[in-house]
């Protein structure tokens, strides 16, 4: 979809895409933010001893962006399979034991897809940390906003593993997932934490 196409198709009934989607995009708008500050910072003198670090980061980061424009589809083909197995019949024994299982797989479908979205955005806030402190000084904001986008971002997601998991009968199993969605939203916290901070300071004219 084009952008504007995609926003019109999220504010519609219909029920992709939706928030892992729109988690996708915002993780992916804040990586680029990044990726404009590497741009900046690129091929000059003042940051000549990072060049290096900068035209590696910089590939990164496209690579980064790519993998989270993809998990706005990995989203949707996760979720499509849980919405149609709320639709299914439930009048017999047999149709409620089949529902119970297909919803039991598409539920774990639908976790494991925004686990897997939190982990790149993860990846993004690290790298966005790391040029918060080698890249532009006069772009330092962008990498603000950015560090600020792929937070949400990453909590959005958090909340996908969270409403999917809570449904799913093996206690067990849901349990674990939500235990991984809470170590990656604490870690993401560090990281941004430290990296506004940074800014902020820097911003305002410290160090």
């Known amino acids: 979809m084009q952008i504007n196409e995609f926003i019109r198709t999220l504010s519609s009934s219909d029920p992709v895409p939706g928030g892992g989607g729109a988690a996708g995009l915002a993780g992916a708008l804040g990586m680029s933010l990044g990726d404009m500050v590497l741009a900046l ?8 001893q990072y060049q290096q670090e900068i035209e590696e980061s910089m590939e990164k980061a496209g690579e980064i962006t790519e993998n989270l424009l993809a998990s706005i589809d990995r ?92 449904l799913m009968k093996d206690r067990g199993k849901a349990e674990e997932l939500e235990q991984r969605a809470q ?4 870690q993401a916290q560090i990281i941004y934490e430290d990296t506004y901070e940074r800014i902020l300071t820097a911003i305002k004219g410290g160090n």
């Open 41 to 48: 910072t690129d091929g000059k003198k003042k940051y000549a």
């Open 183 to 186: 170590t990656l939203t604490a």
């Open 75 to 166: 989203d949707a083909e996760a979720f499509e399979p849980l919405s149609k197995a709320y639709s299914l019949p439930k009048t017999t024994e047999e149709e409620i034991r089949y529902k119970d299982e297909v919803m039991e797989k598409a539920l774990l479908e639908a976790s494991e897809a925004p686990l897997e979205q939190m982990k790149i955005i993860l990846d993004a806030m690290m790298l966005i940390q790391r040029i918060s402190q080698i890249g532009s000084r006069l772009a330092i904001s962008d990498a603000g906003a950015a560090i600020q986008l792929t937070l949400a971002a990453l909590k959005a997601s958090s909340l996908n593993v969270y409403i999917n998991a809570g």
